[in-house]
């Protein structure tokens, strides 16, 4: 036998010792014997051509390196075929024995020797590769070489060199083709998962996260600093957009530019009262565009002042937790499922998709923060026929939500809540009680300072959670103004009565979503508390009492807990989890109601607040003047009993009326809401059967498509623009490391330097150098640490040309500039 044959290929083989690979070779082989027991030919089999002719078939080649593949990156045919001999040997002690043959002969059905899970897997999966081929001409004709060369053997004595190595190209082509195909396949079988890939998003007011479901769980990704949560906070400096824990970093030195609690100004009109209210507990400016609550910065980019909606401030937490997943999941993220408090109305809900779009996301799903919650405790229970209270209370609302659980199916029976009531309206209440004592004690009035108030906030942050688990709290702020700082202490008791009228007011929301629910104490199975704030003891207290006797979880309160059901969602749209079964019933309900001005400006509802929609509703009235022949319809929404407190949001003339008495012709209004909030109004003399038609948008406040599409070409631009910055900046000092690392190195270029100033440089460079290895794939390092570094190169290259200035002849060292 000649020696083996060296085979040429595009990529590197990785050369697997026998001893590595022996035991998937001896049960491929032995599979494969099996096949031709199968086949009636073991007994009369010449083995010798057969190990042969199983070494030229390509086929099996294919197969015998995809189980390879699972070890190392390639295989490498030159050891297969250095251990032919060995095979033989192999094939030769199966052949001496009898209870192999006859086993094999007696029962063509079985057979009788171990096997590994992972190949006979693998296998199908190759099966499955030759079936999806057929479908293509060109994979059928390559599958019909294969299957011709079945049983041709390779003759290693050929006397022809140039005929064997026509032969060896042709197989290794034959290989390269395959592989080619198969990586095609998985490449789409890939693309096809990635796709399908939806994330979960907690877009909380105080802290946001993301999550996705895959292989069978929820896996909660961590940002660059290895925290599930992600401050909501954003700030603009240098004319550059930070996000998360970088703008709070930053946020006492820069209060006018850090923008936090933006949620609660998201879908509503500049007009509106708590937009007012939350004016003036914020840090930065808020002004009226076409009744829009826009943020205002000074300046930005070289435009003076320069206006962001919130929707686009948002917009930039989403894609920072878009970036998150992408670099933990390896691939661009298109979908999410995104987490919404239940008090949003229609115009809220549809911001938070336009924040999507806005982010490079399509929001294939909006669920209520509450739902999440019980979606991702409610599977441990599925299958039960359960009345679970969920109250979940975060840094801006209160939700309350009564779902039902029956069979697999999530039903939301009602829910109630506050939109402005939560962990900030506690921090705020706390910040007025330290402004309170600084001027009672040192007549120092802080309202106007927005840096003082800024360290006020985040001093009542902590002293409100560390209250949670003390009884006491000592309160140190330096430098509240120059020369001032703040010391005093807090007790629970003090705390509890400053916020009495915000724990009257979680008395009152539960008393209202119990009613509304229809349902007896007794049927409440459970109550489930999610949210940071359910740790403050006075609210368990307050849920202990409202809900005696009844079971309340607060192992739940860990705030991933609405991401991880917002993920869950994900995976039953993509139809990725195994509770494909699982139905999740959404029930609508109007979070305002819709009336109809009658005489003396009052507000007739015809759709009440919470009325659960698609929905159609008809109210009749009639005329206040003889002969009236024509009536003006005004449409408003709002809870006042008076229009003038409510908002208009329509109006049409009903001509053709019947000319009659007042108090006598029977006009028929009729309301139909649509999910979409579009709201269909058909007014109709119910005597004459004329009518009139009109269509009302109920979302005012959304954006025109067309700003929406800017918006997101102006957040993908400022993030491709980070991200070239960055890129650029590393590479730049990359080479500055390595071109003055050379440069130190050089005889002539010393002659410059005394040997203090050459040590000391060559220490700067190598230090510079040790810090970038270190940190230059540590997304945590910040673009201005790397900027820093590379100006401490410019200093070196400064002191170069000042040295070359002074000598008399610079040509010698010209190279080095």
């Given at each position: 036998?000649?020696?083996?044959?060296?085979?040429?290929?595009?990529?590197?083989?990785?050369?697997?010792?026998?001893?590595?690979?022996?035991?998937?070779?001896?049960?491929?082989?032995?599979l494969y014997l099996h096949y031709f027991t199968r086949q009636e030919k073991c007994q009369n089999y010449?083995?010798?051509?057969?190990?042969?002719?199983?070494?030229?078939?390509?086929?099996?080649?294919?197969?015998?390196?995809?189980?390879?593949?699972?070890i190392q990156e390639s295989f490498c045919l030159i050891q297969f075929e250095n251990n032919i001999e060995?095979?033989?040997?192999?094939?030769?002690?199966?052949?001496?024995?009898?209870?192999?043959?006859?086993?094999?002969?007696?029962?063509?059905?079985?057979?009788?020797?171990?096997?590994?899970?992972?190949?006979?897997?693998?296998?199908?999966?190759?099966?499955?590769?030759?079936?999806?081929?057929?479908?293509?001409?060109?994979?059928?004709?390559?599958?019909?070489?294969?299957?011709?060369?079945?049983?041709?053997?390779?003759?290693?004595?050929?006397?022809?060199?140039?005929?064997?190595?026509?032969?060896?190209?042709?197989?290794?082509?034959?290989?390269?083709?395959?592989?080619?195909?198969?990586?095609?396949?998985?490449?789409?079988?890939?693309?096809?998962?990635?796709?399908?890939?939806?994330?979960?998003?907690?877009?909380?007011?105080?802290?946001?996260?993301?999550?996705?479901?895959?292989?069978?769980?929820?896996?909660?990704?961590?940002?660059?600093?290895?925290?599930?949560?992600?401050?909501?906070?954003?700030?603009?400096?240098?004319?550059?957009?930070?996000?998360?824990?970088?703008?709070?970093?930053?946020?006492?030195?820069?209060?006018?530019?850090?923008?936090?609690?933006?949620?609660?100004?998201?879908?509503?009109?500049?007009?509106?009262?708590?937009?007012?209210?939350?004016?003036?507990?914020?840090?930065?400016?808020?002004?009226?565009?076409?009744?829009?609550?826009?943020?205002?910065?000074?300046?930005?980019?070289?435009?003076?002042?320069?206006?962001?909606?919130?929707?686009?401030?948002?917009?930039?937490?989403?894609s920072k937790l878009k970036k998150i997943a992408e670099d933990y999941l390896g691939f661009e993220v298109?979908?999410?499922?995104?987490?919404?408090?239940?008090?949003?109305?229609?115009?809220?809900?549809?911001?938070?998709?336009?924040?999507?779009?806005?982010?490079?996301?399509?929001?294939?799903?909006?669920?209520?923060?509450?739902?999440?919650?019980?979606?991702?405790?409610?599977?441990?229970?599925?299958?039960?026929?359960?009345?679970?209270?969920?109250?979940?209370?975060?840094?801006?609302?209160?939700?309350?939500?009564?779902?039902?659980?029956?069979?697999?199916?999530?039903?939301?029976?009602?829910?109630?809540?506050?939109?402005?009531?939560?962990?900030?309206?506690?921090?705020?209440?706390?910040?007025?009680?330290?402004?309170?004592?600084?001027?009672?004690?040192?007549?120092?009035?802080?309202?106007?300072?927005?840096?003082?108030?800024?360290?006020?906030?985040?001093?009542?942050?902590?002293?409100?959670?560390?209250?949670?688990?003390?009884?006491?709290?000592?309160?140190?702020?330096?430098?509240?103004?120059?020369?001032?700082?703040?010391?005093?202490?807090?007790?629970?008791?003090?705390?509890?009565?400053?916020?009495?009228?915000?724990?009257?007011?979680?008395?009152?929301?539960?008393?209202?979503?119990?009613?509304?629910?229809?349902?007896?104490?007794?049927?409440?199975?459970?109550?489930?508390?999610?949210?940071?704030?359910?740790?403050?003891?006075?609210?368990?207290?307050?849920?202990?009492?409202?809900?005696?006797?009844?079971?309340?979880?607060?192992?739940?309160?860990?705030?991933?807990?609405?991401?991880?059901?917002?993920?869950?969602?994900?995976?039953?749209?993509?139809?990725?989890?195994?509770?494909?079964?699982?139905?999740?019933?959404?029930?609508?309900?109007?979070?305002?109601?819709?009336?109809?001005?009658?005489?003396?400006?009052?507000?007739?509802?015809?759709?009440?607040?919470?009325?659960?929609?698609?929905?159609?509703?008809?109210?009749?009235?009639?005329?206040?003047?003889?002969?009236?022949?024509?009536?003006?319809?005004?449409?408003?929404?709002?809870?006042?009993?008076?229009?003038?407190?409510?908002?208009?949001?329509?109006?049409?003339?009903?001509?053709?009326?019947?000319?009659?008495?007042?108090?006598?012709?029977?006009?028929?209004?009729?309301?139909?809401?649509?999910?979409?909030?579009?709201?269909?109004?058909?007014?109709?003399?119910?005597?004459?059967?004329?009518?009139?038609?009109?269509?009302?948008?109920?979302?005012?406040?959304?954006?025109?498509?067309?700003?929406?599409?800017?918006?997101?070409?102006?957040?993908?631009?400022?993030?491709?623009?980070?991200?070239?910055?960055?890129?650029?900046?590393?590479?730049?000092?990359?080479?500055?490391?390595?071109?003055?690392?050379?440069?130190?190195?050089?005889?002539?270029?010393?002659?410059?330097?005394?040997?203090?100033?050459?040590?000391?440089?060559?220490?700067?460079?190598?230090?510079?150098?040790?810090?970038?290895?270190?940190?230059?794939?540590?997304?945590?390092?910040?673009?201005?640490?790397?900027?820093?570094?590379?100006?401490?190169?410019?200093?070196?290259?400064?002191?170069?040309?000042?040295?070359?200035?002074?000598?008399?002849?610079?040509?010698?060292?010209?190279?080095?500039?």
């Open positions: 036998m000649k020696e083996p044959r060296s085979y040429t290929e595009k990529n590197k083989r990785v050369q697997i010792e026998f001893n590595t690979i022996q035991v998937f070779l001896n049960l491929i082989l032995l010449d083995y010798e051509q057969f190990i042969e002719s199983l070494i030229t078939n390509q086929t099996f080649k294919n197969i015998f390196i995809k189980q390879i593949n699972d060995q095979i033989k040997l192999l094939l030769n002690n199966l052949k001496k024995s009898e209870s192999f043959a006859n086993d094999e002969h007696q029962n063509n059905n079985q057979i009788n020797i171990p096997y590994n899970d992972k190949l006979i897997n693998q296998n199908n999966e190759n099966h499955q590769f030759k079936q999806i081929k057929n479908n293509t001409d060109k994979n059928a004709q390559q599958e019909n070489l294969f299957n011709s060369k079945l049983n041709q053997p390779l003759d290693l004595n050929l006397n022809n060199k140039d005929q064997q190595t026509i032969q060896n190209k042709q197989k290794i082509k034959e290989i390269e083709t395959y592989e080619e195909n198969q990586a095609k396949i998985n490449q789409s079988t890939d693309q096809k998962k990635q796709s399908q890939s939806i994330i979960g998003i907690d877009l909380g007011m105080k802290y946001s996260s993301v999550c996705i479901y895959r292989n069978g769980q929820v896996e909660i990704i961590k940002n660059e600093y290895g925290s599930i949560r992600t401050p909501s906070i954003v700030a603009i400096s240098n004319d550059e957009f930070l996000v998360g824990e970088d703008a709070k970093n930053q946020a006492i030195l820069n209060p006018q530019n850090t923008f936090q609690n933006v949620k609660r100004i998201v879908g509503k009109r500049y007009s509106d009262p708590m937009v007012q209210l939350q004016m003036k507990n914020v840090s930065y400016e808020i002004v009226n565009n076409t009744n829009k609550p826009y943020i205002q910065v000074s300046e930005y980019q070289g435009q003076s002042p320069k206006q962001f909606s919130p929707e686009y401030i948002q917009a930039k937490i989403v298109k979908k999410a499922v995104i987490s919404v408090p239940v008090t949003f109305n229609d115009a809220q809900k549809q911001a938070t998709k336009d924040i999507g779009t806005i982010a490079d996301l399509d929001v294939v799903s909006i669920i209520t923060e509450s739902k999440a919650a019980a979606l991702a405790y409610g599977l441990d229970y599925s299958q039960e026929k359960k009345n679970v209270f969920v109250i979940n209370f975060g840094g801006g609302t209160l939700d309350i939500s009564v779902v039902a659980v029956s069979k697999n199916k999530f039903y939301d029976i009602t829910h109630a809540g506050e939109s402005f009531l939560g962990g900030e309206d506690f921090d705020q209440s706390l910040v007025n009680y330290f402004k309170f004592k600084i001027k009672a004690s040192k007549n120092i009035d802080l309202s106007n300072d927005k840096e003082a108030i800024q360290k006020l906030q985040i001093e009542a942050q902590r002293v409100k959670e560390a209250l949670s688990e003390k009884e006491e709290v000592n309160i140190q702020i330096n430098d509240v103004i120059k020369g001032f700082h703040f010391i005093d202490n807090i007790n629970r008791q003090r705390f509890e009565a400053i916020n009495e009228g915000l724990f009257n007011r979680i008395k009152t929301a539960l008393k209202t979503a119990f009613e509304e629910s229809n349902l007896d104490i007794k049927d409440i199975h459970e109550v489930i508390l999610v949210g940071g704030l359910n740790r403050i003891p006075k609210i368990q207290e307050i849920i202990q009492e409202f809900f005696k006797g009844i079971p309340i979880r607060k192992d739940r309160i860990n705030d991933e807990l609405i991401c991880a059901g917002a993920a869950i969602r994900g995976g039953i749209i993509s139809q990725k989890m195994p509770y494909k079964y699982i139905q999740i019933i959404e029930v609508e309900r109007t979070s305002i109601s819709f009336g109809v001005e009658t005489v003396g400006g009052y507000m007739s509802k015809i759709i009440p607040k919470g009325t659960i929609y698609p929905t159609k509703l008809s109210k009749k009235y009639t005329i206040n003047h003889d002969y009236q022949e024509e009536i003006l319809i005004q449409i408003y929404q709002g809870e006042s009993y008076r229009t003038l407190d409510n908002e208009k949001i329509g109006e049409f003339i009903l001509s053709g009326i019947q000319r009659a008495k007042k108090q006598i012709p029977q006009i028929e209004v009729t309301f139909e809401l649509d999910l979409n909030g579009i709201l269909d109004v058909t007014v109709i003399d119910l005597d004459t059967k004329s009518q009139q038609k009109h269509i009302v948008t109920t979302n005012k406040m959304r954006s025109s498509q067309e700003e929406i599409e800017q918006q997101k070409e102006n957040n993908k631009r400022e993030q491709e623009k980070l991200s070239y910055k960055r890129e650029s900046t590393i590479r730049v000092l990359d080479l500055y490391i390595n071109r003055y690392q050379n440069q130190f190195q050089s005889s002539d270029f010393e002659k410059l330097w005394s040997k203090d100033e050459l040590d000391s440089m060559k220490a700067m460079i190598s230090a510079i150098s040790k810090w970038f290895q270190q940190n230059k794939n540590d997304k945590k390092i910040k673009t201005q640490e790397f900027e820093e570094q590379l100006q401490n190169f410019k200093r070196i290259e400064q002191k170069i040309k000042e040295k070359i200035k002074q000598m008399e002849n610079p040509s010698e060292v010209k190279e080095y500039l």
